[in-house]
C-alpha cells in the first residue's frame, strides 16, 4: 500500500509565494513520475505540473513562470514551488504518484489534498 502526505497549503496575499511538498511512502519500487493537481469549486481537476523520474517537466500554461515542480525519487519527494500567486490559483492542491509497485504492477496514487487561498 501507498501512500501520500501532503503539507504546505495556506492562505496568501496575491502576489505572494507558497511550497508545497508531498512525501510518498509504502510498495513503491520504482517512481515513474510525481506531480501536482488542482481542483476549484464547480470545476474539473486539473493538470498543475508534472516531472517524470528523469527529470522532464509539464506545466499548465496559466502556471508556466510561475510555478517550479521538483522532485527527489531518493527521498519520495515531489515539491511545488509557487511564485507570483494569483486569487485565480485559489483551489485544493493534490499530489500525485505514477509508480510502480513491489509487485511489479504499475498504479497510481493521490494525496488527501491541501488548501491554497490567495486574497487579492
Known amino acids: 500500500q501507498v501512500q501520500l502526505v501532503e503539507s504546505g497549503g495556506g492562505l496568501v496575499q496575491a502576489g505572494g509565494s507558497l511550497r508545497l511538498s508531498c512525501a510518498a511512502s509504502?510498495?513503491?519500487?520504482?517512481?515513474?513520475?510525481m506531480g501536482w493537481y488542482r481542483q476549484s469549486p464547480g470545476k474539473e481537476r486539473e493538470l498543475v505540473a508534472v516531472?517524470?523520474?528523469?527529470?522532464?517537466?509539464n506545466y499548465a500554461d496559466s502556471v508556466k513562470g510561475r510555478f517550479t515542480v521538483s522532485g527527489d525519487n531518493a527521498k519520495r519527494m515531489v515539491y511545488l514551488q509557487m511564485n507570483k500567486l494569483k486569487p485565480d490559483d485559489t483551489a485544493v492542491y493534490y499530489c500525485n504518484v505514477k509508480y510502480t509497485s513491489t509487485r511489479f504492477t504499475a498504479d497510481d496514487v493521490w494525496g488527501q489534498g491541501t488548501q491554497v487561498t490567495v486574497s487579492s
Open positions: 516531472i517524470t523520474s528523469v527529470g522532464n517537466t
Open positions: 509504502g510498495s513503491i519500487f520504482r517512481i515513474n513520475a
